[in-house]
């Protein structure tokens, strides 16, 4: 049995999120598909970890094995790139280690948020649309006050089987790029609907309805009910994950943005 990494990217639109569901099409369910076509047996992929339905990735790493030890890795990228429809790609198909995980090596996430200041035709599917200003500075300042919290329960979506809601957040900040705003944030695990109940939350305290203070009251509170409510889904990509150097060694760090300056 030999194991596989496979980086890939996908527009989530028109699906259920990564994990399989019994409800709706899946990009897990898609990729699995394809690959079991390509290797000739039944192939099961674990990914990295759940994005929601309609969340996009342009860096998303998942692993699978098979009994063949020979594939090919350069004719199965080509391949399943051929059977793939066209919103999901595959960048890279390589070797490792049998103990090699995607999800539990994995040490960090990073997910950016778009949103455009204006009607933009082109990154309708990828940006959420505000045509106010909110202010950056003092979203700064609360975003900057998640590096003091483990315990995210106030920005997780309710019901889910999770151990515990405790994350560590190491990056989180918004930036004005002239025509869409961009928050982006990194952490070592995420809840399921955390990233976009974050920048619904601060979106309100840009536009002063609520208070820094405020805003870790909320956290402190662990109630979803407090915070401020999601933000569309299509704003939000997750755009890397951290390997040791070893596992790293064969994903392509590639610039992907579909919101960059070439869509204004």
Request: contains cysteine; hydrophobic residues 40%.
């Amino acid at each position: 049995m030999q194991r596989y990494f496979i980086q890939l990217s996908y527009d989530g639109t028109d699906y259920h999120g990564w994990q399989i569901q019994p409800n709706g099409i899946s990009v897990q369910e898609t990729v699995e598909k394809a690959l079991s076509v390509v290797a000739r047996e039944k192939i099961l992929v674990t990914g990295a970890g759940r994005t929601d339905a309609g969340v996009h990735a342009s860096f998303y790493v998942a692993h699978f094995d098979a009994e063949d030890h020979r594939l090919d890795t350069e004719k199965i990228l080509h391949s399943i790139n051929c059977l793939l429809p066209a919103d999901i790609a595959i960048q890279s198909v390589f070797k490792v280690h049998s103990d090699a995980h995607a999800r539990f090596d994995a040490f960090s996430r990073t997910y950016n948020y778009y949103i455009g200041k204006k009607k933009n035709p082109f990154s309708r599917r990828y940006a959420a649309k505000e045509a106010r200003s909110p202010e950056i500075e003092i979203m700064n300042e609360a975003a900057s006050k998640l590096f003091d919290y483990q315990d995210f329960t106030s920005f997780s979506k309710l019901g889910t089987d999770v151990k515990t809601n405790n994350c560590k957040v190491s990056l989180a900040q918004w930036k004005d790029e002239g025509n869409r705003i961009v928050f982006t944030i990194r952490a070592n695990r995420f809840l399921r609907n955390m990233v976009r109940a974050i920048v619904g939350t601060l979106l309100e305290v840009g536009f002063r309805k609520m208070s820094v203070d405020d805003f870790c009251k909320i956290i402190e509170a662990h109630d979803r009910c407090g915070a401020g409510a999601s933000a569309d889904a299509k704003g939000l990509f997750l755009t890397d994950i951290g390997y040791s150097e070893n596992l790293s060694q064969g994903l392509i760090r590639l610039v992907n943005d579909p919101n960059g300056s070439d869509f204004g």
